[in-house]
């Protein structure tokens, strides 16, 4: 299906990887960059189908379409704003909503899944071609052969930017990162990218930051029964792999944070 750009859609929102649009009729349209590669679109498709599928607050693919010679899909139109705007309009919401987040993410990890990659093959090859030493790439590996497997659905890039706050509630955008694991390994991402993703990183934000993943992983530990124990064995591989594509925001106060987990876990840490 092919589609035409017309002079009354309205820009929704632009990321990294691509932009999107409303195009009436209650549709949205997601334009992808050019970068980004069709296996990302297809786990993108997989994803959101398979957890819309299972319940999950998220909206399925309509269709994929050709805008003009770039690649897109089309999707329900949501209407709401993300947990980030909603917090920056009414900062005394915040402990509420990132409670109501970690309830949705232990919600995302309940049910049992199959039919995409695995979180343990993603976190290899980011280790792999990341920048690490060879002698830490090498007792990494190792020591993630050695984690649980586990079979849940993990979104894989569960930040307040990707949930919208909506009249029926809390909604998840953007699958195209997801896998099939421990959910452990995707509530350890979801704090750090709170604490070290993209944004602002001034010194009262991130404390702010601090906060804010602290109070997410509390809330999800105590919905989830998961121990911290549980949590730590994965926080070195996890923050070792995003390495690969880590966003240059509060470099010193992760590599703080990675040591810390890689001396914890018996692994060497970065000089």
């Not at 702010?208 to 993943?213: I, Q």
């Amino acid at each position: 299906m092919r589609l035409k750009r017309e002079g009354d859609w309205l820009l929704l929102g632009r990321g990294k990887s691509s932009e999107v649009f409303r195009i009436g009729n209650g549709e949205v349209v997601k334009i992808f960059h050019p970068a980004v590669s069709d296996e990302m679109i297809d786990r993108e498709i997989t994803a959101a189908t398979l957890a819309s599928s299972l319940g999950l607050p998220t909206a399925a693919p309509r269709a994929r379409v050709d805008v003009e010679g770039e690649r897109a899909l089309i999707y329900p139109e949501i209407s709401g704003i993300s947990i980030a705007l909603a917090i920056r309009k009414q900062p005394l919401s915040a402990a509420s909503l990132l409670r109501e987040m970690a309830g949705l993410l232990h919600s995302v990890h309940t049910p049992s899944a199959s039919g995409l990659r695995t979180v343990k093959s993603v976190l290899q090859t980011d280790i792999d071609y990341g920048p690490a030493p060879e002698r830490l790439k090498s007792a990494a590996r190792d020591y993630l052969a050695r984690l649980p497997e586990g079979s849940q659905i993990l979104h894989g890039d569960f930040h307040i930017d990707n949930i919208l706050v909506s009249d029926s509630g809390l909604v998840i955008l953007d699958w195209a990162k997801a896998a099939i694991g421990a959910p452990a390994a995707d509530a350890v991402r979801s704090e750090m990218l709170m604490r070290f993703g993209e944004g602002p990183a001034d010194p009262i934000t991130n404390i702010w930051r601090d906060w804010a993943a602290g109070q997410l992983g509390h809330a999800y530990r105590k919905q989830s029964c998961l121990t911290p124990d549980q949590l730590n064995q994965w926080r070195p591989v996890v923050a070792l792999a995003w390495l690969r594509a880590r966003p240059p925001v509060r470099d010193k106060a992760f590599t703080r944070y990675l040591n810390k987990a890689l001396r914890d876990a018996g692994l060497p840490i970065l000089s």
